[in-house]
């Protein structure tokens, strides 16, 4: 199928999908031109070790090299977090961190040098020429190991290895009402770290102006201004210095948000070689570097009356961070969870407390959910095991504990507040959707063939939206023959997400005009717009909302336009196909004959929270005898708020489904506790779910508009993501029978083992 451009006719986001299903997609690597300069990076093979020396002569020697770069020839410039954690607390102890490696390595794959030559063979032999003399020292892997008596310290700043300790709540209300409980459940969850697979590895194409002193990158990312900010720190330099490209960028998931010490050296190589330079990340690179999700510990207790009514609950909650500080990661870590402390449940006393610990593993940070399934999980498996002991009805125990929907918004006891929810509507449909009253004759089945069927639930409820700045969006209505036609300009990219879509059916209806009719050109390079980017959800929240303000603004000026030329008042005139029309039907004139010259507004709006929830039910048919698992049946039942893409949410869901299954039943970043060495560094060894390990989904809608944002929407892109990793762990808990779980991921030998143990 040939190339397809606008005159077609199609929408702009049916464009993008014919696009890419053809194998039209343009990805950063096919963006490399034959005349860049290719970069190679020499990483560490220690997880922690004093740097000795670095010999580059011979490197350097090498045919076609331009330049070898090590941490000298960098400066002061370092990569510091982002210190929005103050708004929750104080006392974060943040590290420098530098493009290159500089003394001390402190993960395998740091990079330690760069080679820069005119292909990629020369730049990776001559990489393979750098010889570096390392003094290893002692590593700690895994949160017990930093925090054991006199273990290494990973920064010489940060006493005991912990950058970072924040409680939250009342310890003192919690511990009396657990002391007079008449049941108390306890439980504590490891969830391994977890590898981001994007489509595409880590790649960045780099050069540099010497007449503007503008830097520019092209990175898969997720969302201008959050790149420029970063890089404009590392360089001392204003952020309009910066121009951000991207291309397609084949999934998100948090870690693309940010900019990566590889993206700095790739820059100041650009300037020092005044050549274009392109780095094309491997999928091990990335495996070693990219920012990697969880790796988290959390323990709660939960507190029961003789009524079995919920009345407290304590919750620990330990992150490993890595070697450092990414820039959201110690943010998410604390803020996230604590937006949703207590789940859909009326928990009067709740106390959080929180440790952020280094280690000699690669940095962690936001990963779909960032917080919030952690979070979930911890209080459904507090509900499971209640629910269990006191031989209840999962639903049962639920709705007696659930807010109810009277009494929304609602405020938590450590002060966050929900906006809206019916958790009562979002269970009945859940369980008559799944046919939860019919699993009897199911299981019966299933033990002829002598595989065990078992089932689990989740109630949950998450935060979405947020951000560190406004969003801004402009609109711009202009002629296009004979045709009105309108431009969209956000900075909030698009990783799948079809914002495309969403933002031509949030501005199309109220300005009369049709899909085909409206493009969205989403982080413009040269942008001076504000935004903080596509990730928590947040995208039609933040930017959908300042779209609307823009085109009710823009719909404003025409229709005062109109009226003049009708001589009637603009409320007896409204806008449909291109055309304004009375409210009798008759057309007024056409859109486009109003136009002398391009209406542009820009839409601003303030971050805001607002809070999707869901209820999904999963069955998980077990094969006793070996252990392997199956999903045979998912039903996912969201509140999306008002929804504004149908096919957009479930697609989100769909997609956060497949990632919270592989993250219980298989994935997980193994890295050896003793050397640092990551023993899961490619596709090979680190478990991905394939299409036959997913059943077929049923998403439902059960929403309520939230008041929080004038669309009423709410986040959907990590729901999918919460739900999988709860429900699938509740059905696993029950294919145990109620047995303590063994380590998560739920793999084939871990069930089998924890079926026969004993």
């Excluded at 039943?665 to 036959?692: C, F, H, K, N």
């Amino acid at each position: 199928m040939g190339h397809i451009d606008r005159d077609t006719r199609l929408p702009q986001a049916e464009q993008d999908r014919i696009r890419k299903v053809t194998g039209q997609g343009r990805y950063t690597a096919d963006e490399i031109a034959a005349t860049a300069a290719r970069a190679a990076f020499v990483r560490s093979s220690h997880a922690h070790a004093t740097i000795v020396s670095i010999d580059i002569e011979a490197a350097e020697a090498m045919p076609g090299v331009l330049r070898v770069l090590t941490a000298a020839d960098c400066g002061a410039a370092g990569m510091a977090g982002f210190p929005v954690l103050d708004r929750i607390g104080t006392g974060l102890i943040a590290p420098p961190r530098t493009m290159l490696a500089d003394g001390l390595v402190r993960h395998v794959g740091e990079a330690v040098a760069m080679v820069v030559a005119e292909t990629l063979a020369q730049a990776m032999d001559a990489a393979e020429a750098v010889a570096v003399e390392y003094e290893p020292l002692e590593a700690v892997i895994g949160i017990d190991a930093a925090l054991s008596p006199g273990a290494p310290l990973v920064h010489d700043a940060t006493p005991g290895n912990v950058a970072f300790a924040h409680s939250a709540g009342d310890a003192e209300a919690v511990e009396i009402a657990i002391g007079a409980a008449a049941l108390v459940v306890e439980t504590t969850i490891e969830m391994p770290r977890l590898a981001p697979i994007t489509m595409e590895p880590r790649v960045a194409l780099a050069s540099f102006d010497p007449e503007t002193g503008c830097y520019e990158l092209r990175a898969p990312h997720q969302g201008v201004i959050e790149i420029r900010r970063d890089l404009a720190a590392v360089f001392g330099l204003p952020p309009d210095r910066f121009i951000v490209r991207d291309g397609d960028v084949g999934g998100g998931f948090g870690p693309r948000n940010i900019a990566y010490p590889e993206y700095a050296a790739i820059l100041l190589a650009a300037r020092l070689t005044r050549r274009a330079v392109a780095w094309p990340g491997t999928r091990t690179e990335s495996f070693l570097t990219d920012i990697q999700g969880r790796g988290v510990r959390v323990s709660g207790r939960l507190a029961l009356d003789s009524e079995g009514r919920f009345t407290a609950l304590s919750m620990q909650y330990d992150a490993d961070l890595g070697a450092y500080i990414s820039v959201v990661g110690a943010f998410a870590a604390v803020n996230n969870p604590l937006q949703s402390l207590i789940g859909c449940y009326t928990i009067p006393n709740a106390h959080a407390g929180f440790r952020l610990v280094h280690t000699n593993a690669v940095p962690t940070g936001p990963y779909r959910g960032a917080g919030r399934p952690e979070m979930a999980l911890l209080i459904e498996r507090l509900v499971d095991i209640a629910q269990r002991r006191l031989g209840l009805d999962g639903f049962e125990l639920r709705a007696r504990n659930i807010i109810p929907a009277g009494a929304f918004p609602y405020t938590l006891p450590n002060g966050p507040r929900y906006d809206s929810a019916d958790f009562a509507a979002l269970m009945d449909t859940a369980r008559l959707r799944s046919d939860w009253d019919g699993f009897g004759v199911r299981r019966d089945a299933a033990e002829t063939r002598g595989h065990v069927l078992a089932r689990g639930m989740a109630l949950f409820i998450e935060v979405s939206g947020g951000g560190g700045m406004p969003d801004e969006a402009t609109l711009t209505l202009d002629t296009g023959g004979a045709r009105a036609k309108l431009r969209i300009e956000t900075v909030t990219a698009s990783t799948g997400q079809s914002h495309a879509r969403t933002f031509a059916l949030v501005a199309g209806p109220r300005l009369g005009l049709d899909e085909t009719d409206i493009t969205l050109v989403a982080s413009d390079p040269h942008t001076r717009l504000m935004g903080a980017g596509s990730y928590a959800s947040r995208s039609t929240i933040a930017a959908g909302g300042a779209v609307a303000q823009a085109a009710d603004e823009i719909a404003r000026q025409v229709l005062g336009r109109a009226a003049l030329r009708a001589n009637c008042s603009a409320a007896e005139l409204r806008l449909e196909a291109g055309q304004v029309m009375r409210e009798d039907g008759s057309v007024v004139c056409a859109i486009a004959s109003l136009l002398d010259g391009p209406i542009a507004v820009t839409g601003k709006v303030a971050p805001s929270n607002a809070f999707a929830s869901g209820c999904h039910v999963v069955e998980l048919e077990v094969d006793p005898a070996t252990g392997v698992s199956h999903l045979s049946r998912y039903v996912a039942v969201d509140d999306a708020g008002v929804t504004i893409d149908h096919q957009a949410a479930d697609a989100q869901i769909h997609g956060g489904i497949a990632q919270g299954v592989g993250e219980v039943l298989g994935e997980e970043s193994v890295i050896d506790p003793d050397s640092g060495q990551m023993i899961a560094a490619s596709l090979m060894d680190y478990t991905m779910p394939r299409a036959d390990d997913l059943p077929s989904y049923l998403v439902v809608p059960c929403n309520t508009p939230s008041p929080f944002n004038a669309l009423g929407v709410k986040g959907i892109g990590e729901a999918g993501t919460t739900g999988a990793l709860c429900a699938v762990t509740s059905a696993v808990f029950d294919a145990l029978g109620g047995q303590d779980l063994p380590p998560m991921p739920f793999t084939a030998q871990r069930i089998w083992a924890a079926l026969n143990r004993g």
